[in-house]
Every structure is written in structure tokens, then in C-alpha cells.
């Protein structure tokens, strides 16, 4: 029904910036109805939420990326970005898009389980 491809990991040193992208694509799925959130996991870690854009185009972060990272949306393209500056090595993770319906992800946009699609990530390595 969905299928969300993130691209734009790669390797850059601590105080660089990238980019991700998030694309959605499928037949059923309307990208604009839909709540888009980046999360993150490091190897050994938890998957930790990170950011997440509301349909109509709010932004909602967890405190430790506030100021750093910046999410937002392309309807027309179907697409969710993660703008990421001031890499720090600990910043290193595959990232995931989500994307969920505005009101269940409402009632709790950390809870992973609140998200009923998700891409298969992309690798960040910050080095220091």
C-alpha cells in the first residue's frame, strides 16, 4: 500500500550537515494525510524519536535536537526531509522516516508503535 525509501546518508565529519530524504509512494497512500516522523538507532541502542511534521505542516522535535536538526515536507513531491547541522560523532545511527495517521500518532508522536509504516533507513556516520 506504502513504500517510503530514505536516501541521503553518508559519511561526514563532526560539524558538517546532510540532508535526508524520505520518498512515499503507493496507490492507496495520500502523503498529505499522513503524519511523517525521523527516528534513529545506534547500534546497541534504542530506537529514539526525533522529529515529526504534521500534516498541515507543524513541527514537533525531541528537546536534543532542537536547533540542530530541522524536519520538513514537500506534499507535491511526497516527500520528508531531515536537514541535520552540526554533526556530532553520537549523531551516528541509521535513520528512519515513519508515517502514521495524524490522530493516532497525536496522542503520543515518541511511541514508535504509533507509526504503521516504516522505510528500511539510512546510514549516518559522523566522524570525529
Known amino acids: 500500500q506504502v513504500q517510503l525509501v530514505e536516501s541521503g546518508g553518508g559519511l561526514v565529519q563532526a560539524g558538517g550537515s546532510l540532508r535526508l530524504s524520505c520518498a512515499a509512494s503507493?496507490?492507496?497512500?495520500?502523503?498529505?494525510?499522513?503524519?511523517m516522523g525521523w527516528f534513529r538507532q545506534a547500534p546497541g541502542k534504542e530506537r529514539e524519536f526525533v522529529a515529526i511534521?504534521?500534516?498541515?505542516?507543524?513541527?514537533y522535535y525531541a528537546d536534543s535536537f532542537k536547533g540542530r536538526f530541522t524536519i520538513s515536507r514537500d506534499n507535491a513531491k511526497n516527500t520528508v526531509y531531515l536537514q541535520m547541522n552540526s554533526l556530532k560523532p553520537e549523531d551516528t545511527a541509521v535513520y528512519y522516516c515513519?508515517?502514521?495517521?495524524?490522530?493516532?500518532?497525536?496522542?503520543?508522536?515518541?511511541?514508535?508503535?504509533?507509526?504503521?509504516?516504516w522505510g528500511q533507513g539510512t546510514q549516518v556516520t559522523v566522524s570525529s
Open positions: 511534521s504534521w500534516i498541515s505542516g507543524s513541527t
Open positions: 503507493g496507490r492507496t497512500f495520500t502523503f498529505s494525510s499522513y503524519a
Open positions: 515513519a508515517a502514521g495517521r495524524q490522530a493516532s500518532v497525536g496522542v503520543a508522536p515518541r511511541n514508535q508503535d504509533k507509526y504503521n509504516k
